[in-house]
């Protein structure tokens, strides 16, 4: 099933032309390309029907699928791969913790006098959406941590049921490990972003309060209400799942539904480059879409913040143009914890504001730390 599922998205991936019904001549698919200067440009293109949409349908990706006229030119998932491997890998090196490798992005020094900050990202992304955000909170003197979860980014992604099998229980057993051999002294700071593997980031420091000092939470699902997107539900089907979670650029094409932005090409790149690597991480994130009890995990969240289990401070930085999640999830939680709960609207920015707009997210860590 994985080689067939590959197979066929490299076909796809490496499509050339199709002939226009409509006007009967052959269309080429266009390379995507921005040309304003700014880093914040909106997407106002509407593409109409195209049967090669799944692939195509986000802006990004398609700078990054080349159509020539000729098959031998550039174009094969084998160049594009050659053409973006050493992408994204700012501040970032491998470490061991027991029989798995993490990704782990590491600024500052141990020594940094403000403490430490530990960076959890969502699915189906990688840490690297926190490199600028990292890099400015060191040079404000804090040690910062951001590792690609197990099944995520560039760390390990073993085979479902041979020595991982992606549940809740796994995820934190993994990641109280990895706090371990990277000698994180408690308490610190927590900073937490996304769904599935970001909720789990939530139910791990219900568990361990007292490793933390202070918890930043940046859009992520809190209340049981919480609508939950497309791609996790597509997971969750029988066999249809099984194709979502080989799209290349199914996670590029999430980051762009949930934001008011275009992913620059460089920046894509590295989100995509997992996917097209292998199947081993769309078949981890489908098998921890699988496992999640989303509503148990949000009804936990929910309980576990409110005001009579939860007193330490907690800063809900939102992006208020995130089209999965509105601010009202926040408001709603906040709610449940008046006193402990603080919330900064981020204007501009959408569901990944470290990504949309780091800049504006250090600035409200450095006040809430």
Known sequence: MASSLLSLRSSFLSSRTFTSRKHGTRREFVAFSSTSSSEREKDDDKPGFNPFGFVTDNPSSKSAIQL???PAEDG???????RIEN???EYGSYVKSGKLRWFVRETGSVNSRRGTILFLHGAPTQ???YREVMSQMSSSGYHCYAPDWIGFGFSDKPQPGYGFSYTEDEFHSALDKLLEVLNISSPFFLVVQGFLVGSYGLTWALKNSE???KLAILNSPLTVSSPLPGLFKKLRIPLFGEFTCQNAIEAERFIEGGSPYVLKNEKADVYRLPYLSSGAPGFALLEAAKKAN???I???ISSGFSSSSWDKPILLAWGLSDKYLPLSEAEAFQKGNPNAVKIKQIEGAGHMPQEDWPEKVVEALNRFL
């Not at 094969?76 to 050659?82: A, E, F, P, R």
């Open 298 to 300: 949000l009804n936990r």
């Open 294 to 296: 989303f509503g148990d």
């Open 127 to 129: 840490s690297f959406s």
């Open 211 to 213: 490793k933390i000092s």
């Open 68 to 70: 020539p006229e000729s």
């Open 87 to 89: 992408k994204g890998r």
């Open 76 to 82: 094969n998932v084998g160049q594009m791969l050659y």
